[in-house]
């Protein structure tokens, strides 16, 4: 018989701080039993869905606590409150006791997610994250052949036939896909229902962006990269390895995909479908406590790369996206220590979301600093520390400049 969950009951009196932003050792999130709490940061980039006032049902600080990040918020008591504590490690067996609770957080961390995600791409990308619709399929698929990359051109240009049957490109995607054939290999182009365990050979795609999705994944073995096109360009998103998850927003809340997932090296995958994912809550709790603790990882990145938006010096707003990756993969800063990044100047030029001629004039500036190189299309620091002082740097200048604006508004 396994023990009970035993959860802690907490009260707040109004006016009462109870969670504050960039304090660091978030071990315990909050369920609200009663009273009313206000959520806040000190950059609102968007504004929330649903606002900022939370009642009885609703929860704050889970993104934090599961990423095990820093807080992104802070939470206030607009009245008296009372709250339930939960720790971290009891995430789990809440999943076990009570299933709706963990099904309503991520299933709001899901329609978080997408929401942030469109904010920054209209911010960064300048676009819209399914712009253009399933159409946009053909998109990719000219993008890809344009690149001499086959394998996912053909898939794109399958994905549209299927989707698209009576589209106005219908006729060359048809002639193009017969043309690239021999050069191609696309794997799973109608999914399999009956195979949960699949092989994806480097450089072949999974699914293709703004087609639907019916299938999260989690790696078995290898890696795989998020892309986007946009303005003809492949804009990467991130690259995830073994263990990780994604293409959970698809599966959940049944939209389409808002990016392209291609094998980064030879990748073995578990494809999970609805059915398989509600069998998963009720008897895995493991997993989903995984699926919640990714989905908090990557909305803590994104409220860090929104928040990157709002620098207006351009430098620094390099430094501080390469300060971000480093947080976000949890490498320590230590003096002295070099890394590469996984990217190069094209990637965090799209990261930044400055056009490539003016981007690389600004990298051409960031490379003035001698512990920063560009190495066979990487980005390679040999003093780590170096990053994390340049981003603070230009940081407080912000701050400072942002307070004399502010003082010559008052004046």
């Known amino acids: 018989m396994s023990a009970p969950l035993q959860l802690s009951i907490v009260n707040f009196s109004k006016g009462a701080y109870i969670i504050v932003e960039g304090k660091a050792n978030a071990d315990y999130f909050f369920i609200i039993r009663s009273g009313k709490v206000r959520v806040n940061k000190e950059v609102e980039v968007v504004e929330e869905e649903g606002g900022n006032t939370l009642g009885p049902g609703d929860f704050f600080g889970v993104v934090a606590t599961m990423s095990s990040h820093s807080h992104i918020e802070t939470a206030q008591a607009i009245t008296d409150v009372s709250l339930i504590s939960v720790h971290r490690e009891q995430y789990g067996m809440l999943i076990e006791r009570n299933t709706p609770v963990a099904m309503k957080i991520i299933e709001s961390f899901s329609r978080r997610m997408r929401y942030l995600d469109e904010a920054l791409a209209r911010l960064t990308l300048k676009s819209d994250a399914n712009e253009g619709g399933i159409s946009h399929l053909f998109g990719v698929a000219e993008y890809y052949a344009r690149q001499s990359q086959y394998n996912q051109a053909y898939y794109a240009y399958y994905q549209y036939l299927k989707h698209c049957p009576s589209g106005e490109h219908v006729v060359t995607a048809r002639e193009r896909l017969a043309k ?35 299938e999260m994944y989690i790696i078995q073995k290898g890696s795989v990269k998020i892309t986007k096109i946009v303005n ?26 808002s990016a392209s997932a291609i094998a980064f090296e030879d990748a073995v995958l578990l494809a999970v479908n609805k ?16 699926l919640t603790t990714t989905l908090a990882e990557r909305i803590w990145f994104i409220y860090k790369q929104l928040a990157n ?12 996206a390469l300060l971000i990756q480093l947080e976000r993969a949890r490498i320590p800063i230590r003096s002295g220590e070099a890394h590469t990044f996984e990217f190069g100047i094209k990637e965090l030029i799209n990261m930044v979301g400055l056009p490539i001629a003016e981007g690389n004039q600004i990298v051409r500036e960031m490379l003035k600093n001698s512990k920063i190189k560009a190495v066979e299309n990487k980005i390679y620091t040999s003093d780590i520390e170096e990053i994390e002082k340049q981003a603070k740097y230009y940081r407080k200048m912000e701050r400072i400049e942002k307070s004399r604006r502010e003082q010559r508004r008052i004046s």
């Open 180 to 214: 690239i054939k021999p050069y191609a290999t696309a794997v799973y182009l109608d999914g399999d229902e009956n195979v949960f365990t699949r092989t994806y050979p480097k450089d072949t795609m999974v699914f293709s962006e703004n087609m639907p999705g019916k």
């Open 232 to 257: 003809d360009n492949e804009v990467l998103l991130a690259v995830l390895r073994q263990g990780d998850m994604f293409g959970e927003m698809s599966l959940i809340e049944s939209k389409p995909r």
């Open 275 to 290: 059915e398989n994912f509600a069998r998963m809550v009720q008897t895995q709790p493991q997993i989903i406590a995984r």
């Open 309 to 320: 938006t709002l620098l207006s010096n351009s430098v620094g707003r390099m430094y501080d």
